[in-house]
């Protein structure tokens, strides 16, 4: 869309929002959060959409859903299982229809008052307007220190350009949800998809607050899987250092080859070794089966994208035309 068309369509009220909220074991925060979504969305705009993407829960989450006054904008996807929140986001975004879809957290940790900043930024002439969390004292140092390593890591052996601190919750413009649409990968990476599909983007900073109730379910063991995937799905690095460690390896190996040569032809044979060998051959060990570890983890990532699984399966629809 042009520019003055967009500051039209969002001054005439024209303008079409889709919402994309996935939600897993929320039922103590959904009724609340969708209210409160629905109100100040309805202050914007008529013309708005709400699309809940269930992601397996197995408390009382739909039928909370369901319970909401019908006038609320919401359409509800019902994956049949869990299948995480980067393949719930990808099912609501294959189902949204907006100008813009916004995308946003059900526990109240990505604040509804920013939308209307997102939209004017929009307006402005962004494709994408992401939301960059100034605090992260919600979280565990250990949480903190994770997330530090991962994007510094992610910044040297990636060549797409994550901003750190950059969530889930941000606006993107229908242009910028048909490109993500395109992706066919299983094993998927949001923030790293976000960062390679390019597009004229803005930040904006935002508080995080606590969670209104109910508790994170990214535990260390999921956030590691997440940044494996992130690191696998981006970089070839780690699968490439291995030639240049084998060959300083090798080289260092000669070197101390032609020193022991040496030695033994000017001294003579003399037998004592036995800590230098055992340090050499535990090395070489470790180190082969940690490439080898390594490839094992890409090649399991190959493996899941061969099968050409399906990225989720939609149990329930309510709510859409079709
Ligand atoms: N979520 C999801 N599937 C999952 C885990 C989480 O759809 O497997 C949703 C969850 O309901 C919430 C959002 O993703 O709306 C963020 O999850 P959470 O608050 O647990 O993560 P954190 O805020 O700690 O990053
Ligand atoms: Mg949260």
Sequence with gaps: MQLEKRQLSLKN???????????????????????????SLHTLTNHFEIIVVDDGSRDKTIEKILQLPSEYHIKLLGLSRNFGKENALTAGLEHSSGDVTIIMDSDFQHPIEVIPTFLKHWAEGYEMVYGVRVNRDDESSIKRNFANLFYWLMTKITKIDMPSNAGDFRLLDKKVVSSLNQFQERSRFMKGLYAWVGYKRIAVPFTVQERAAGSSSWGLGRLTELA????????????????LVGFFISFISLIYAIYFVTV?????????????????????????????????????RIFTEVKQRPKYLVEIKHGFEN
């Design 13 to 39: 009220k024209t303008l079409f929002i889709s919402c994309v909220v996935p939600v897993f074991n929320e039922e103590a925060v959904v009724e609340a959060f969708f209210t409160e979504l629905q109100a």
């Design 228 to 243: 494996l995937t992130g690191i696998t799905s981006f970089s070839d690095i780690p699968l490439r250092v291995w030639g």
């Design 264 to 300: 033994t032809l000017i001294y003579g044979a003399d037998l004592p070794g036995f800590p230098s060998i055992i340090v050499a051959v535990m090395f070489l060990g470790g180190i082969q089966l940690l490439s080898i570890g390594i490839l094992g983890e890409y090649i399991a």
